[in-house]
C-alpha cells in the first residue's frame, strides 16, 4: 500500500528496520567478544545447574557491550532453563528471578544515588504497582529490612543485575550486604547473586576491601573495540537495519574510523552515528547514505555528548556555567573570577527558595570553576602585566560549549530555566 500523503513521511527509505540501530536491542549473536563472553558465560553456569549462583563485577568504557553481552546471556539463561525445566518433576525445577537495577535512575534531588535509593528500587520491582514504597520517609535499615523480606519471597535464585554500579559512589552498604544476604542470615529462602556493571574504573579501585570480597567474586573486563571490529558489528547490524541500497562499504568503515577516533571504540557510538547518518540522508532525499551525512550526524551527535557530560555535573557547576552563560550572551566573556562569582551568586539566590542554601564563597566556586576547566568546558585566560600591572584570570567557555547547550542541560536535568540580570557586575 502506497504511503499516504503526510508531513511525516520522507521521499525516500533507508531504514528497513530501525529497531536493530536502538540501544537497548539485543542481537542474536555477540561478535568480537569471544574471550569475555565465554568468561562470563562460567558466571551464569552455576544457576543454570541449579547450584548457589556467582558474584561478578564488569567494568569498561561506554558502549564496549557489557549491557548487551549481560542481556544475551540473561535471554538464553532464561530460555535455556525452560526447556531444561520441562525435563524436569516439578520438585527438581529451577526457579529464576532476575532483578534488573539501572542506579542512575535512582536519583535524589541533588543529583546523587544511594544504597538506600537503590534498595528502595529493588523493593518496587518485587511489589505491584499498589503496594511500593517512596524514596522518602523511612529510615534505611527500614528498607532494608523490607527489600530482604520481599527477596525472601521469591524461590530458587534471584540474581540482582546493578547496571551502572559506580553511581552508588560511596555508600557501599547495598555492595557489601546484597551479595552475602544468604551469609549474613538475611534471607533464608532465596540464593541471592549479584552483577554489578561499571563504566567507571576508578570506582573498581576504589571499593573497600569487604566489598570487593563480595562483590568482585569474577572480575571481567570488557576492552574497547578496535576499529576494525568496529566495522564487523556495524556492518551486521547494517545488514539487518538498512536496505542493500542504502550504504556501502565506505559508508560503513567512515562510521566505524570516527566512533574508534573520537569514542575510543565505542560500538554504542558507531550504531547511534549509523542511524542518524540514515535519518539525515532520508531527510534530504538521499537513494543512499554518503560522506556529508555521516559528518553532519557526527555533529549532531557531539552536541548531544557535550550536554549529556553538562548533565552530569553538581549543580554547583551548573550554576557556575549559568553564570557564565548568562555573561557570554551579554558579551561579558572572558570574565574575572569576581564577575563570575557575582552572576553565580545571583543564579543561586534565584533558586534559593528551593535549594534553601546560600552561595558558595569565591574561594569554594573558584574550586569548581577550576573542575570545569579541567573538564574542558572552560578556559582561562592568564594576565601577566608585571609588577605594576598586576596578574589576575578571565574565563570563558571552550569551544565545545555555548550557552544553549547549558540550557538544554538544565532542560534534561528538568531544572526551570530563569533569566538573570548580569548588567553592571563587571569590574
Same mark, same amino acid.
Given at each position: ?5 503526510s508531513?511525516f ?9 530501525a529497531?536493530v540501530l536502538?540501544e537497548?536491542?539485543?542481537p ?8 569475555? *563472553?565465554?568468561?562470563?558465560?562460567? #558466571? ?6 541449579? !547450584?548457589p /549462583?556467582?558474584?561478578a563485577?564488569l567494568y569498561?568504557d561506554t ?5 548487551a553481552?549481560?542481556?544475551y546471556? !540473561? ?5 535455556d532453563i525452560e ?10 525445577q529451577?526457579?529464576l528471578n532476575i532483578i534488573?537495577?539501572?542506579?542512575e535512575n535512582?536519583t ?5 544515588t544511594?544504597?538506600?535509593q537503590?534498595? #528502595?528500587g529493588i523493593?518496587n ?7 511500593r514504597?517512596t524514596?522518602t520517609?523511612?529510615? /534505611? ?12 519471597k521469591?524461590?530458587g ?5 546493578l547496571?551502572e554500579?559506580?553511581k552508588?559512589g ?5 555492595l557489601y550486604e546484597l /551479595?552475602?544476604a ?5 534471607v533464608?529462602?532465596?540464593?541471592v547473586?549479584v552483577?554489578?556493571i ?5 570506582f !573498581?579501585?576504589?571499593?573497600?576491601p569487604?566489598?570487593k570480597?563480595s +562483590?568482585?567474586?569474577t ?5 574497547a573495540?578496535d576499529a576494525a571490529e568496529?566495522g564487523?558489528i556495524?556492518?551486521? !547490524?547494517a545488514e539487518?537495519?538498512l536496505?542493500d541500497?542504502a ?5 560503513v568503515? *567512515? ?6 577516533q573520537?569514542a575510543?571504540?565505542s560500538a554504542r ?10 535519518e539525515?540522508a532520508?531527510?534530504d ?7 556529508t551525512?555521516?559528518?553532519?550526524a ?6 548531544g555528548?557535550i550536554?549529556e557530560s553538562l548533565?552530569?555535573q553538581?549543580?554547583?557547576? +551548573?550554576?557556575i556555567?549559568k553564570?557564565?552563560?548568562h555573561l ?5 566573556t572572558p570574565?574575572r573570577?569576581r564577575?563570575?562569582h557575582?552572576a553565580y551568586?545571583?543564579v543561586?539566590?534565584?533558586y534559593?527558595t528551593k535549594?534553601g542554601?546560600? /552561595?558558595?564563597t ?7 570553576l577550576?573542575k570545569? $576547566?579541567?573538564f574542558?568546558f572552560?578556559n582561562?585566560i ?7 600591572g598586576?596578574q ?7 569551544d565545545?560549549?555555548v550557552?544553549q547547550k ?13 533569566n538573570?540580570? $548580569?548588567?553592571?557586575i563587571t569590574e
Amino acid at each position: 500500500m502506497d504511503d499516504v500523503d503526510s508531513i511525516f513521511a520522507d521521499d525516500v527509505e533507508l531504514i528497513k528496520n530501525a529497531d536493530v540501530l536502538e540501544e537497548d536491542y539485543t542481537p542474536e549473536q555477540i561478535i568480537c567478544r569471544d574471550d569475555v *563472553l565465554e568468561q562470563y558465560t562460567s #558466571v551464569f553456569k552455576p544457576i543454570y545447574k541449579g !547450584r548457589p /549462583p556467582q558474584n561478578a563485577f564488569l567494568y569498561g568504557d561506554t558502549g564496549v557491550g557489557k549491557t548487551a553481552a549481560t542481556k544475551y546471556l !540473561r535471554k538464553n539463561l532464561e530460555q535455556d532453563i525452560e526447556q531444561k525445566n520441562e525435563q524436569l518433576s516439578e520438585s527438581e525445577q529451577i526457579s529464576l528471578n532476575i532483578i534488573w537495577i539501572n542506579c542512575e535512575n535512582f536519583t535524589t534531588g541533588d543529583h546523587k544515588t544511594s544504597s538506600y535509593q537503590v534498595a #528502595v528500587g529493588i523493593v518496587n520491582r518485587l511489589r505491584s504497582q499498589g503496594n511500593r514504597i517512596t524514596g522518602t520517609g523511612y529510615a /534505611p535499615q527500614d528498607v532494608y529490612d523490607i527489600m530482604y523480606e520481599e527477596l525472601d519471597k521469591l524461590d530458587g535464585t534471584a540474581l540482582v543485575i546493578l547496571d551502572e554500579v559506580d553511581k552508588i559512589g560511596n555508600d557501599d552498604t547495598l555492595l557489601y550486604e546484597l /551479595p552475602r544476604a544468604r551469609d549474613i542470615g538475611y534471607v533464608e529462602n532465596v540464593r541471592v547473586g549479584v552483577i554489578g556493571i561499571s563504566n567507571d574504573y576508578t570506582f !573498581r579501585k576504589n571499593l573497600s576491601p569487604k566489598v570487593k570480597d563480595s +562483590l568482585c567474586e569474577t572480575e571481567i573486563k570488557f576492552p574497547a573495540y578496535d576499529a576494525a571490529e568496529l566495522g564487523k558489528i556495524l556492518r551486521t !547490524r547494517a545488514e539487518s537495519a538498512l536496505y542493500d541500497d542504502a550504504y556501502t562499504t565506505e559508508t560503513v568503515n *567512515l562510521c566505524s574510523a570516527l566512533a574508534y577516533q573520537e569514542a575510543s571504540g565505542s560500538a554504542r557510538r558507531a550504531i547511534r552515528l549509523l542511524r542518524r547518518s540514515a535519518e539525515i540522508a532520508e531527510e534530504d532525499g538521499s537513494q543512499q547514505v554518503e560522506e556529508t551525512h555521516i559528518r553532519q550526524a557526527d555533529k549532531d551527535l557531539e552536541y548531544g555528548n557535550i550536554v549529556e557530560s553538562l548533565v552530569d555535573q553538581d549543580d554547583e557547576k +551548573l550554576y557556575i556555567l549559568k553564570a557564565i552563560a548568562h555573561l557570554d550572551e551579554a558579551g561579558l566573556t572572558p570574565a574575572r573570577t569576581r564577575t563570575i562569582h557575582t552572576a553565580y551568586s545571583r543564579v543561586v539566590d534565584s533558586y534559593n527558595t528551593k535549594r534553601g542554601k546560600d /552561595p558558595l564563597t569565591q574561594r569554594g566556586m573558584f574550586n569548581h570553576l577550576s573542575k570545569l $576547566v579541567m573538564f574542558g568546558f572552560v578556559n582561562t585566560i592568564d594576565h601577566n602585566k608585571g609588577v605594576g600591572g598586576g596578574q589576575w584570570n578571565e574565563h570563558e567557555f571552550s569551544d565545545d560549549v555555548v550557552p544553549q547547550k547549558v540550557k538544554d542541560a538544565f532542560d534534561d536535568r528538568n531544572l526551570q530555566w530563569t533569566n538573570i540580570d $548580569v548588567r553592571g557586575i563587571t569590574e
